[in-house]
């Protein structure tokens, strides 16, 4: 296997550190496009390996190494995105994106304080958030795309349309349609620290078994969507209304009644995590309009609460 030195020399490409600083902004990218930070590792590895696969006289004929990073891995996630859909009809159950740790507490329990984990690369913001995230998903490839490098990385029409393989009018059209779908399905901002507060007094009732303080803290017309991957069990359809989830909750606890519950914050939100004789059996993220939970994801499938269990100390 070829280094990215030169041969014989000994000397580090000196533009090897500009290329790899652009990891980060990568797995950033790829991650809010396909919801996977599985996914979004691999599309950097294939992005990485076509840069090295090309001589070092087609490198330097190009004028910007980052923005052809960008490029490719945004086309490479085009194309994913493109076969998903077919994917996720096999899929068993409800697919729900994978949920990400906050950084400080990947680093924390790590020896030496540092992570060579991407998902403690990737920054989080608004557009990580699970509710954001789901949405994302109810739009069409090109749209999604479109979107997230514009209105999320801010890159021009111009080179997003080199990605897409459309014209910057059209690239502009589809940023118009996802940013609608956005809009509609936002709820009213609620300060995060009554989110926060909102999520732990569920917690609370939840380990108190007290149904009552359950249902008030759901909205009545609250989703609970649950994703086992076929893996674990897991609902299979999303459970409608919210005396419905508190009483699922509850039969939760009943089934294992040593279930730890943990404060945890999930894809920058105040979340939940289960845990059973110290394994995570599932992660929870929330949304929150006013003072009710109108939504619960539930993610059961242990290939996506990998980066929960790896390294940490609870």
Known sequence: MTTPSEPGDGRLD??????MSERRQLINL????????ADAEDVVQETYARWYAMSRQQQ?????????LTTVAGRICLDLLGS??????????????????????????????TSA???????LDESVNMAFLVVLE??????RVAFILH???????????EIVGRTPAACRQLASSARRRIRASQAPATPAAQRADIVRAFKQAWEAKDIDALIGLLDPDATMIADGGGLVSALLRPIEGGEQIARYALAITGMAPDL?????????QPGLVTQQNGVTMAVAAFEVAGDRITHIWAVRNPDKLRPWTAGRED
């Open 30 to 37: 790829a991650y809010r496009l396909l919801g996977s930070l």
């Open 84 to 113: 998903a859909r077919a994917r996720r009809e096999r899929y068993v159950g409800e697919w729900i994106p994978e949920p990400l740790p906050e950084r400080t507490e990947w680093i924390s329990g790590r020896p030496g304080g």
């Open 117 to 123: 984990d991407p998902a403690d690369r990737v920054t």
């Open 138 to 143: 109810s739009m069409t490839p090109a749209e």
């Open 260 to 268: 730890t519950i943990l404060e945890r914050t999930v894809n920058g």
């Open 151 to 161: 209105d999320v990385f801010r890159y021009p029409f111009a080179e997003v349309a």
């Open 14 to 19: 000196p533009g090897l550190s500009a290329i």
């Open 60 to 68: 330097e004929a190009i004028d910007s190494p980052g923005g052809w």
